[in-house]
């Protein structure tokens, strides 16, 4: 007789786990048709769901297990399910499934819920918001509208500006000595 009260079929599809009102740890928890079930989720998508419990304590000491062995990436396991798709499962350190993504096509797909893969690309968002000035981060800082152009000894024209233009000869001569009286003049003169 099977006395594991989490059979592998008690996983709810995964559009059923989508669920407005995860704790601070990212942590869901709902109800359907008489089971508990519960998410973590990261950015508005789903991590990790959980098999059906047949009470709240059941789910809870799950969710405890879950947070405790998270970042342990030793306790995550990739599987091919019978239909070719992929998960990435996570076991409690008495081996058994406490919880699983959702399935990916390819087994990469499911790598990326890896918690060093996601810690990199949540680094790597942010360094992006830094460089695009929408994070403000300190000791750097991001020149706004209005400082631009109100410097006048930093408003020089851009490099290419600066080249000789290839024109006829004759006309390349008299070009180049008056780009060469500019540059002279801008030196001397302050």
């Not at 879950?66 to 081996?95: M, Q």
Request: hydrophobic share 30%; with cysteine.
């Amino acid at each position: 007789m099977n006395t594991n009260p989490h059979r592998d079929d008690d996983y709810l599809p995964c559009q059923d786990y989508i669920i407005e009102g995860n704790d601070s740890s990212g942590i869901t928890r709902f109800e359907n048709e008489g089971k508990f079930y519960f998410s973590f989720s990261e950015n508005n998508k789903i991590i990790l769901r959980s098999e059906g419990y047949s009470n709240e304590a059941g789910r809870e000491n799950g969710i405890a297990s879950v947070l405790k062995n998270i970042n342990n990436e030793g306790l995550y396991h990739t599987r091919r399910l019978p239909d070719g798709r992929w998960i990435l499962s996570l076991k409690a350190g008495n081996h058994q499934e406490i919880a699983r993504s959702c399935p990916f096509n390819t087994e990469e797909e499911v790598l990326v819920l890896m918690p060093g893969a996601r810690k990199r690309a949540t680094s790597q968002i942010n360094l992006a918001a830094v460089e695009a000035g929408s994070i403000e981060q300190e000791g750097i800082s991001f020149a706004d509208d209005s400082s631009v152009g109100q410097n006048v000894e930093d408003d020089y024209m851009i490099c290419r500006e600066y080249e000789e233009k290839s024109v006829p000869n004759i006309q390349n001569t008299v070009i180049s000595s008056v780009l060469n009286m500019k540059i002279r003049a801008s030196i001397i003169l302050p």
